[in-house]
């Protein structure tokens, strides 16, 4: 069995299929099933918001500051072994969530949980790159695409069936199936690396990204709760000030994380900013939804996790035909009706008070957020990858997706405490309505900025989805578009 030599339809095909399916299935099903269990894991180990917020940030931080080494660590170092590394590290990690004592101790197993996450997640498609080839790899990444889906839509229910049971169960079941994944890799994944790569890594600028993010994260977090507190102002002028050196020192380095000539295309950075923006309500909204179906309506947790469901069941249907759509008429009219479709949805969910059904008030509003979305998401992505010069394909997807996932980072850390919500309020649920009412207005506004964005700045029509070079895969043929952050480009990730 060779790397780059596989066929799909075979045995050795399948394996490699179904390794990497289960890894990202792995990332992709924790980062949903964890906002479902919130309120369990609060009243439990006695937490306040702040702690709620810290559960879910402090896996995205890690995640979001590391996904880009985690590329170059596989092109180095070899993608199977650092995608084994990644998936063991995730298990140890989820034992120590679901084994957690208090909220501190699970804060701090979810930032590892983040780590492992950043190593397994770029492994997963560029080990499905590395093995298959020409329109195999094309079939493999679309099946790696639907299959994705698949796991994404499981995901919430799954998570609110475990919460009946136990909020513990969320993580504990992450060890059964990585235990299956390391099986399968060891058996039937052939290794490969990238002989080309350039020399060394971006510690320096890795340090940089975590301590920029984790500051800012930090200093922004409690200041929603706090006020201006001193040292929470002093955590944000550390944070700014280290993603600032970290844009001086990927200007110098000779293997940077972020090859800054890619924000020299005005149209890569205009889509970057409407992802920021994008992902950054939809964040805020996949937090907080949640907590007001089990706080306010009195859903219980499967119930509350079925709400996200629309939204990917209506992606998964509808997201290759706007990626085709955006190809024939050109990403921008998408792109800007997209998300202002996504803001009405987020409207129609100040309809969800203590008298809400979930037929009546919360599917409407889903199926409408979910259809933006399924609009949007693929010209985005088809946008973000044709701005970029061939050689940087891997890297423009690498940094739109931690673009993505920072979005995510800050939103929680701001909009709640912007909105009001902090301290016990998850447990009242007259003051949590008030302030989910004011978050959800905040992230209908990013939508419509987006919007805004995407209609002044995006005029370049896309030439790589219609004539794509050999080996490269059209965006319309990979039909899923996970929620949680942009699917990865294929293409290596170390430049």
């Known amino acids: 069995m060779v790397a780059g030599e596989l066929r799909m339809g075979t045995a050795a095909g399948r394996w490699v299929l179904t390794t990497t399916v289960l890894g990202s299935g792995l990332v992709m099903i924790d980062g949903t099933v964890v906002n479902v269990a919130l309120e369990r894991i609060g009243t439990e180990l006695g937490a306040g918001f702040t702690g709620l917020q810290w559960t879910v940030n402090a896996y995205t931080l890690t995640l979001a500051a590391l996904i880009l080494l985690g590329g170059s660590l596989g092109d180095h170092l070899g993608r199977r072994r650092v995608f084994l590394i990644g998936v063991v590290w995730f298990a140890v990690a989820s034992l120590a969530c679901g084994l957690a004592p208090d909220i501190g101790t699970l804060i701090a197993a979810r930032a590892l949980q983040g780590v492992g996450g950043a190593l397994l997640t770029p492994g997963s498609l560029a080990l499905i790159s590395a093995s298959f080839h020409g329109r195999?790899?094309?079939?493999?990444?679309?099946?790696?695409?639907?299959?994705?889906?698949?796991?994404?839509?499981?995901?919430?229910?799954?998570?609110?069936?475990?919460?009946?049971?136990?909020?513990?169960?969320?993580?504990?079941?992450?060890?059964?199936?990585?235990?299956?994944?390391?099986?399968?890799?060891?058996?039937?994944?052939?290794?490969?690396?990238?002989?080309?790569?350039?020399p060394g890594l971006d510690v320096t600028g890795t340090v940089l990204a975590v301590v920029g993010l984790g500051a800012l994260t930090y200093g922004l977090t409690g200041l929603g709760e706090h006020g201006a507190d001193p040292l929470l102002l002093g955590g944000v002028a550390v944070g700014v000030l280290a993603l600032v050196a970290f844009v001086v020192v990927e200007r110098r380095s000779r293997h940077p994380l972020v090859p800054p000539v890619l924000f020299r295309?005005?149209?890569?950075?205009?889509a970057n900013a409407a992802t920021m923006l994008i992902y950054g309500a939809m964040g805020a909204v996949f937090l907080l939804l949640v907590l007001q179906l089990q706080t306010v309506a009195g859903f219980s947790p499967l119930e509350a996790g079925t709400a996200l469901l629309p939204v990917t069941a209506v992606m998964l249907v509808f997201s290759s035909r706007a990626g085709a759509l955006a190809g024939r008429i050109g990403p921008r009219l998408p792109m800007t009706i997209g998300p202002l479709v996504s803001a009405a949805g987020l409207l129609l969910l100040l309809r969800v008070d203590a008298s809400a059904s979930w037929f009546g008030h919360v599917l409407?509003?889903?199926?409408?957020?979910?259809?933006?979305?399924?609009?949007?998401?693929?010209?985005?992505?088809?946008?973000?990858?044709?701005?970029?010069?061939?050689?940087?394909?891997?890297?423009?997807?690498?940094?739109?997706?931690?673009?993505?996932?920072?979005?995510g980072l800050l939103a929680v850390a701001v909009v709640p405490g912007v909105a009001g919500i902090g301290g016990d309020d998850y447990t009242d649920p007259a003051a949590f309505d008030a302030g989910f009412r004011v978050a959800m207005l905040i992230g209908a506004s990013l939508l419509a900025l987006a919007a805004v964005v995407a209609f002044t700045l995006i005029r370049r029509p896309l030439v790589a989805s219609t004539t794509p070079e050999p080996g490269r895969v059209r965006v319309e043929e990979c039909p899923h578009c996970p929620v949680s952050g942009p699917p990865m480009h294929p293409g290596d990730t170390r430049r």
């Open 136 to 198: 195999d790899r094309a079939a493999a990444i679309g099946a790696w695409s639907g299959l994705g889906g698949v796991a994404g839509a499981v995901g919430p229910f799954l998570g609110g069936w475990l919460v009946e049971w136990s909020w513990r169960a969320v993580f504990l079941i992450n060890l059964p199936l990585a235990a299956l994944i390391v099986a399968i890799t060891v058996a039937h994944v052939p290794e490969s690396r990238d002989a080309e790569s350039a």
């Open 265 to 270: 295309d005005a149209t890569f950075s205009a």
């Open 364 to 407: 409407p509003a889903m199926l409408v957020f979910g259809a933006g979305l399924a609009l949007t998401v693929a010209p985005l992505t088809a946008t973000v990858l044709d701005a970029a010069p061939d050689r940087y394909a891997g890297a423009a997807s690498g940094v739109n997706n931690a673009v993505a996932r920072a979005a």
